[in-house]
């Protein structure tokens, strides 16, 4: 099974800032790497596939980066909406494996 | 509008059975593999399971083979999960999620890439006695 492992756990951060998460894979996904955003008692909401294409509607505040073993999620200017908590997922194959979150806190 | 709505959870004891419903609305179920994917009390998400468009080809994570089975009624737009033995680490929020598919290109060549971008709200399902 791909392992995927997410950086930092937690962060805090202000209105405005720029923030970035890493999401490492235990073994090359080349591309295969999806992003999704949880709110609190909400279901989780699809946001970047391919690792750094955005999903129709997705504000282009977010970006996505990397390939191999190693990605990003970049938030540009973070807005108060962002607040919640960012999953990373390899879809290069089964099982499908999620990291295990990073949730983004204000500061 | 896409629509995916759980039901079926509630609290089971050990040992015991449960089956998990989810209606779909707003989009051509048969054409979509369909996923079920949990979440345990304040932890991260772990895919389940998975089936094929025409049920013909299932997949699981292997905490859960042999006792969970996916289904689907194409006819009714539905999806099941029957959750057998169940044990207190079953204990989660269980989602439905569409399996949907993206295009993308780079330097001339172009991949398909699978994501889920459709989920339902989720049922709860806690295993105690």
């Known amino acids: 099974d791909i392992q995927m492992t997410q950086s930092p756990s937690s962060l805090s951060a202000s209105i405005g800032d720029r923030v970035t998460i890493t999401c490492r894979a235990s073994q090359s996904i080349t591309n295969y790497l999806n992003w999704y955003q949880q709110k609190p008692g909400k279901a989780p909401k699809f946001l970047i596939y391919a690792a750094s294409d955005l999903q129709s509607g997705v504000p282009s505040r977010f970006s996505g980066s990397g390939s191999g073993t190693d990605f990003t999620l970049t938030i540009s200017t973070l807005q108060p909406e962002d607040f919640a908590t960012y999953y990373c997922q390899q879809s290069y194959s089964n099982p499908l494996t999620f990291g295990g979150g990073t949730k983004v806190e204000i500061k | 509008e896409v629509q995916l709505v759980e039901s079926g959870g509630g609290l089971v004891q050990p040992g015991g059975s449960l089956r998990l419903s989810c209606a779909a609305a707003?989009?051509?179920?048969?054409?979509?593999?369909m996923n079920w994917v949990r979440q345990a009390p304040g932890k991260g998400l772990e895919w389940v399971a998975n089936i094929r468009e025409d049920g013909s080809e299932k997949d699981y994570v292997d905490s859960v083979k042999g006792r969970f089975t996916i289904s689907r009624d194409n006819a009714n737009n539905s999806l099941y999960l029957q959750m057998d033995s169940l044990r207190a680490d079953d204990t989660a929020v269980y989602y439905c999620a569409r399996r949907g598919g993206s295009t993308s290109c780079y330097a001339g060549y172009c991949h398909y890439y699978y994501h889920m971008d459709a989920w339902g709200e989720g049922t709860t399902v806690t295993v105690s006695s």
């Open positions: 707003g989009f051509t179920f048969s054409s979509y593999w």
